[in-house]
């Protein structure tokens, strides 16, 4: 098929819509694995989580927002924790952090993942055991080095020689020793998107199994007493449904944590394997739940430990997308409907709410789908493909690409989001100085505002360049 001169949003004209979206037989229905676990439909229609009926929480708290189902993500990361009982489970900060979130993978018994001083920050105000920590990051400041071993992290995941060097410096004026794990690039292909494929040869990630690089910065760190060898780091990347990619890596870094051993006479304790889980978006989607993700990633160290004749180390994994994804939507106003005519007399509509871009970036920079529903009441309408987009001045600005929504949506309606906990409050901007949306917990019936809606003030306070 010739490729539209538009782009590749163009090319699915009208009424089909991708080939993997079916006409749904209610369109008032939820699919449940898309949602959290408390998610449900009022009788009038409605979506209530967390007990708590979305046309409640938009009335006191405003539109958009970012509604996190509390107890489905306890459950998520319980779940890990229980499924990975010989492991250790970090919850990987990055997908999204605030102190609350903090607390709660304390409470549950997991170790928090972070990769930067803002992060750090948070954990610590949050009163996060530093033990508990990894610090991740492939450009570390000296200033954030120097506070993470001043807290007294529990490991550094070390990316580059620079790196090393600065915290061997850092350490002995310190006369501390600093915990490192080596982050190694296996060389593995993720079938994921390439900007977040993690393993391969060519990106910014980590030390290289196959030139040597990683073997030499093993070595340098073992030499160094500022130091402490706590073993090897690898992640293959993000939204992974497959566990070949992680067959295939272990197997390289298991290689090489035998010749550690074989030929510099150290057993590293540590072996982290990343996480990268992928969670469902849409009904695409097919993910893996922790136990079988558990019994699949054991098999493999266990495996190759003992084709390597190695013992096997304490294997660490990092989901963060899988715990706090699916906890989360996010709920928007409908502002405007727009019908749009497009080639061979198909059509498309156009359903614009107060959001966008702004606050879930991953449509346009991952070409990521989405799911959505209609929120506050039921409709008897027929099902009509429709996209949602968002405020923002930008015709990418594009919140789900193709859904089957109510025909008689209108201005004032509210559409609701799911899957929405990763990657998007934690990488939400103020473009066109929209201030970012809250984040309210939602439990037994109540709300709780864990993050507040930024305000123009608190734009306005940022400008320096004239007098109020």
């Not at 993997?20 to 959290?36: A, E, F, G, H, K």
């Not at 994921?192 to 093993?218: C, L, P, R």
Request: aromatic share 6%; glycine share 8%.
């Amino acid at each position: 098929m010739r490729a539209h001169e538009a782009g590749a949003l163009h090319a699915q004209a009208g009424h089909r819509g991708p080939a993997w979206l079916s006409t749904p037989r209610d369109v008032n229905d939820l699919v449940p694995q898309l949602w959290s676990s408390t998610a449900k439909k009022s009788g009038e229609g409605s979506l209530v989580i967390g007990g708590v009926d979305l046309r409640d929480l938009v009335a006191e708290h405003g539109s958009p927002a970012f509604v996190l189902d509390e107890d489905d993500f306890r459950a998520r990361a319980r779940a890990f924790k229980h499924a990975f009982k010989d492991f250790d489970v970090y919850y990987a900060g990055k997908a999204f952090l605030c102190t609350t979130v903090v607390r709660w993978v304390m409470e549950e018994g997991l170790n928090l993942d972070i990769c930067s001083g803002g992060e750090l920050a948070v954990a610590l105000r949050a009163g996060a055991d530093p033990k508990r920590l990894g610090f991740h990051g492939n450009n570390k400041s000296e200033q954030e080095l120097a506070r993470a071993l001043d807290a007294g992290v529990g490991r550094i995941i070390v990316d580059s020689q620079h790196e090393i060097t600065r915290l061997i410096e850092l350490a002995r004026e310190r006369n501390t020793t600093a915990p490192v794990m080596i982050r190694v690039t296996a060389g593995v292909e993720a079938h994921t998107h390439e900007y977040i494929a993690t393993a391969h040869e060519d990106q910014k990630f980590g030390f290289s199994i196959t030139s040597g690089a990683a073997f030499e910065a093993v070595a340098r760190v073992n030499e160094a007493p500022e130091l402490e060898l706590l073993g090897l780091h690898s992640h293959i990347g993000s939204q992974i449904f497959d566990s070949s990619g992680f067959e295939v890596a272990a197997k390289r870094v298991i290689a090489l944590h035998a010749r550690v051993s074989e030929e510099l006479g150290v057993d590293m304790p540590d072996l982290d394997l990343g996480g990268g889980f992928g969670i469902a978006y849409t009904t695409q989607d097919d993910p893996s739940d922790p136990a079988q993700l558990a019994t699949e990633l054991g098999k493999i160290v266990e495996h190759e430990c003992r084709a390597f004749e190695v013992e096997v180390p304490r294997v660490s994994i990092e989901p963060g997308r899988a715990i706090v994804g699916p906890a989360m939507c996010t709920v928007y106003s409908v502002g405007t409907v727009k019908e749009v005519e497009l080639d061979y007399g198909a059509s498309r509509s156009y359903i614009s709410v107060d959001g966008g871009m702004s606050d879930n970036i991953r449509a346009a920079l991952y070409d990521a789908d989405y799911s959505c529903t209609l929120a506050n009441r039921y409709s008897d309408s027929e099902p009509s493909l429709a996209r949602v987009v968002g405020k923002h001045c930008e015709s990418g600005d594009i919140v789900v690409k193709d859904e089957f929504l109510p025909s008689d949506v209108r201005p004032g309606d509210l559409i609701a989001v799911p899957g929405t906990g990763a990657y998007c409050r934690s990488m939400a901007s103020n473009y066109n100085h929209v201030p970012r949306p809250p984040v309210i917990a939602v439990k037994d019936g109540h709300t709780r505002v864990v993050v507040r809606r930024e305000t123009e003030d608190d734009l306005l306070a940022l400008d320096m360049g004239a007098d109020a």
